[in-house]
T-cell receptor
């Protein structure tokens, strides 16, 4: 069965610093992986997705993620944090089967200090 | 293009009552998935509707039920509410199934059960 694990429930960085949010996956088949962002009192917005094409995936708002099969990882990075990046971030994997529902990690809350 | 909308925004119910949540899918999307997001957790898959039929279900009891209408909007019904049903309920629409395409999320309905 597919699953994802997000390391660190809370990450705090200074404005302008590197953002690194960690996600490891478990999947018996080549995974489809996603990063979503959730701002307070809002739904989820797709940042980027990996669908077995390029291993380095670029998303919106300057975020990118690298798929590393050997490490079963799909970490999210951004070179320079902005105050507006403060939000909760969820890593997700597509479940197999006909419905292809998303299986989410528990989330990482990103705080950005001025 | 109208995005995914959900109603109501907030709802307060008492234990044992029944509740109906509504979701309008994005134009052109025929698949709606429902997720429950408890406080501090990632969303968990409840079930999916494709072309008015249930197309997969997560680990939720039968008192969680749903409908999809010919215009692809959807309802989530929960009977005999329990305190643990307090959560943010998210719906997501997508084009076709399996939902390897992007799932677009609504802003959610926050349900509080007292």
């Amino acid at each position: 069965a597919q699953s994802v694990t997000q390391l660190g429930s809370h990450v705090s960085v200074s404005e302008g610093a590197l953002v690194l949010l960690r996600c490891n996956y478990s999947s018996s088949v080549p995974p489809y992986l996603f990063w979503y962002v959730q701002y307070p009192n809002q739904g989820l917005q797709l940042l980027l997705k990996y669908t077995s094409a390029a291993t380095l995936v670029k998303g919106i708002n300057g975020f990118e993620a690298e798929f590393k099969k050997s490490e079963t990882s799909f970490h999210l990075t951004k070179p320079s944090a902005h105050m507006s990046d403060a939000a909760e971030y969820f890593c997700a994997v597509i479940n197999g089967g006909s419905q292809g529902n998303l299986i989410f990690g528990k989330g990482t809350k990103l705080s950005v200090k001025p | 293009e109208t995005g995914v909308t959900q109603s109501p925004t907030h709802l307060i119910k008492t234990r044992g009552q029944q509740v109906t949540l509504r979701c309008s899918s994005q134009s052109g999307h025929n698949t709606v998935s429902w997720y429950q997001q408890a406080l501090g957790q990632g969303p968990q898959f409840i079930f999916q509707y494709y072309r008015e039929e249930e197309n997969g279900r997560g680990n939720f009891p039968p008192r969680f039920s749903g409908l999809q209408f010919p215009n692809y909007s959807s309802e989530l019904n929960v009977n005999a509410l329990e305190l643990d049903d307090s959560a943010l309920y998210l719906c997501a629409s997508s084009a076709g199934t399996p939902s390897y395409n992007e799932q677009f999320f609504g802003p959610g309905t926050r349900l509080t059960v007292l």
